[in-house]
């Protein structure tokens, strides 16, 4: 099984070296150096007990399907593989970056294994930066630096690019992606338009009829116990699961799908990649930062669509565990919240107000972003790949 690996990563280690002549010769169009990105996988049993593990599993997902399953396979095995596949499509947002970090990071320390299925092909498939493979190709490597900048726990981790690991083992691969096709009809298959960013009203291209197919028989060919992705995935990892229904598989691949963040403005069901004012992005200066958040829909006493208090509970209180909020005497004066409820408590009774939430958020995510910032400011070979990356237009 070949893989490569991004080589540092961990909060309060040593500065990141980079990728250096790795990311010069892949610019420059040559392959990438499997040897030197693999450094430092090496995957570490968990210390928690079963509960624990299992416990801190499921506090991943807003859905699990099903937790029974969890138990029974953490029983059987110290290492699940654990997935998710992600198309290199542009800038990455704060949930794509800090959010799915700290979803690793407990998968990590709960003893699994996560494979990040770098999906170039996929990107190509759904017309992402025009189709052209060599921008996707360095998206994806620009995606990879962040997660090393950002804290991501990286022994366990593997990245592996989907067109070069297809065509290590193109027969076993094709030939699932045929038996799921000629196991469902097309309205089955166009049900899951919804995993590509598309609705099922839209039109339909032949290609994208291929691409659930596709992600369904990745699960398979990647060993994945765990499915781990978001709730827009959760039609094709249904698929996975019917299919093995169909062939007689017992040990069906459990579903864990992590929260959807909302969009920063009123109304936005997820952030935008071609809206810069719908998400925070890894590396927005803090004057971005702030701006975004002073002008991100807040209402006083609403919590419910509510993208503040969603960035506050899924992002801060993922990271740091605690949120301090500094106020005038008069308002109150400061308080340190150790729990994301106590801080909705007295945000819904209007304890709280969004003019000083809003400033303690800003500060919070610039604190947890400015590593990946530093990164691509001291890196040279980072930073023209960000350089580069910028230049790109996001299309949909």
Same mark, same amino acid.
Not at 18 to 31: A, H, I, M
Not at 148 to 159: H, S
């Given at each position: 099984?070949?893989?490569?690996?991004?080589?540092?990563?961990?909060?309060?280690?040593?500065?990141?070296?980079?990728?250096?002549?790795?990311?010069?010769?892949?610019?420059?169009?040559?392959?990438?150096?499997? +040897?030197?990105?693999?450094?430092?996988?090496?995957?570490?049993? =968990?210390?928690?007990?079963?509960?624990?593990?299992?416990? %801190?599993?499921?506090?991943?997902?807003?859905?699990?399907?099903?937790?029974?399953?969890?138990?029974?396979? %953490?029983?059987?095995?110290?290492?699940?593989?654990?997935?998710?596949?992600?198309?290199?499509?542009?800038?990455?947002?704060?949930?794509?970056?800090?959010?799915?970090?700290?979803?690793?990071?407990?998968?990590?320390?709960?003893?699994?294994?996560?494979?990040?299925?770098?999906?170039?092909?996929?990107?190509?498939? +759904?017309? /992402?930066?025009?189709?052209?493979?060599?921008?996707?190709?360095?998206?994806?490597?620009?995606?990879?630096?962040?997660?090393?900048?950002?804290?991501?726990?990286?022994?366990?981790?593997?990245?592996?690019?989907?067109?070069?690991?297809?065509?290590?083992?193109? =027969?076993?691969?094709?030939?699932?992606?045929?038996?799921?096709?000629?196991?469902?009809?097309?309205?089955?298959?166009?049900?899951?338009?919804?995993?590509?960013?598309?609705?099922?009203?839209?039109?339909?291209?032949?290609?994208?009829?291929?691409?659930?197919?596709?992600?369904?028989?990745?699960?398979?060919?990647?060993?994945?116990?765990?499915?781990?992705?978001?709730?827009?995935?959760?039609?094709?990892?249904?698929?996975?699961?019917?299919?093995?229904?169909?062939? $007689?598989?017992?040990?069906?691949?459990?579903?864990?799908?992590?929260?959807?963040? %909302?969009?920063?403005?009123?109304?936005?069901?997820?952030?935008? /990649? =071609?809206?810069?004012?719908?998400?925070?992005?890894?590396?927005?200066?803090?004057?971005?930062?702030?701006?975004?958040?002073?002008?991100?829909?807040?209402?006083? $006493?609403?919590?419910?669509?509510?993208?503040?208090?969603?960035?506050?509970?899924?992002?801060?209180?993922?990271?740091?565990?605690?949120?301090?909020?500094?106020?005038?005497?008069?308002?109150?004066?400061?308080?340190?919240?150790?729990?994301?409820?106590?801080?909705?408590?007295?945000?819904?009774?209007?304890?709280?107000?969004?003019?000083?939430?809003?400033?303690?958020? =800003?500060?919070?995510? +610039?604190?947890?972003?400015?590593?990946?910032?530093?990164?691509?400011?001291?890196?040279?070979?980072?930073?023209?790949?960000?350089?580069?990356?910028?230049?790109?237009?996001?299309?949909?």
């Amino acid at each position: 099984f070949f893989f490569f690996q991004a080589e540092d990563g961990i909060r309060d280690a040593q500065e990141s070296r980079g990728l250096g002549d790795v990311y010069k010769r892949q610019v420059e169009g040559s392959k990438l150096d499997y +040897n030197e990105l693999n450094a430092i996988y090496n995957p570490l049993p =968990s210390r928690l007990s079963l509960e624990d593990r299992h416990k %801190l599993i499921l506090s991943v997902g807003e859905e699990c399907i099903n937790a029974d399953e969890l138990l029974q396979l %953490l029983r059987r095995k110290v290492h699940p593989i654990c997935y998710d596949g992600f198309e290199p499509s542009g800038r990455m947002h704060i949930a794509q970056g800090v959010f799915k970090a700290i979803n690793v990071n407990k998968l990590v320390d709960a003893g699994c294994v996560f494979v990040f299925w770098v999906a170039d092909w996929f990107a190509l498939l +759904n017309n /992402k930066m025009g189709g052209d493979l060599e921008k996707i190709r360095l998206v994806g490597k620009y995606f990879i630096e962040i997660w090393k900048a950002v804290g991501m726990k990286m022994t366990n981790v593997k990245f592996l690019w989907t067109s070069d690991e297809i065509n290590r083992r193109p =027969s076993e691969y094709w030939l699932r992606v045929m038996d799921i096709a000629r196991r469902n009809n097309i309205p089955r298959i166009k049900r899951c338009a919804t995993i590509m960013g598309r609705k099922e009203e839209e039109e339909f291209q032949v290609a994208q009829a291929l691409y659930p197919c596709m992600q369904c028989s990745d699960i398979f060919f990647l060993k994945a116990d765990i499915c781990q992705l978001g709730m827009d995935q959760r039609k094709v990892n249904m698929l996975a699961r019917e299919y093995c229904d169909d062939i $007689g598989v017992k040990e069906k691949p459990i579903i864990l799908s992590h929260h959807m963040l %909302l969009g920063l403005k009123e109304g936005q069901e997820k952030a935008s /990649k =071609s809206d810069p004012d719908s998400a925070i992005f890894m590396e927005d200066d803090e004057k971005a930062v702030k701006d975004k958040v002073k002008k991100a829909f807040c209402p006083p $006493g609403v919590v419910e669509k509510n993208p503040v208090l969603q960035y506050t509970k899924f992002i801060i209180f993922g990271y740091f565990k605690e949120l301090t909020i500094k106020r005038k005497p008069e308002n109150g004066g400061d308080v340190t919240y150790s729990t994301y409820e106590d801080l909705e408590k007295d945000f819904a009774s209007e304890k709280l107000h969004p003019g000083d939430l809003k400033p303690a958020v =800003s500060d919070a995510i +610039n604190r947890i972003i400015q590593p990946v910032r530093d990164h691509f400011n001291r890196d040279p070979e980072a930073k023209k790949l960000l350089e580069v990356v910028r230049q790109f237009r996001v299309t949909k």
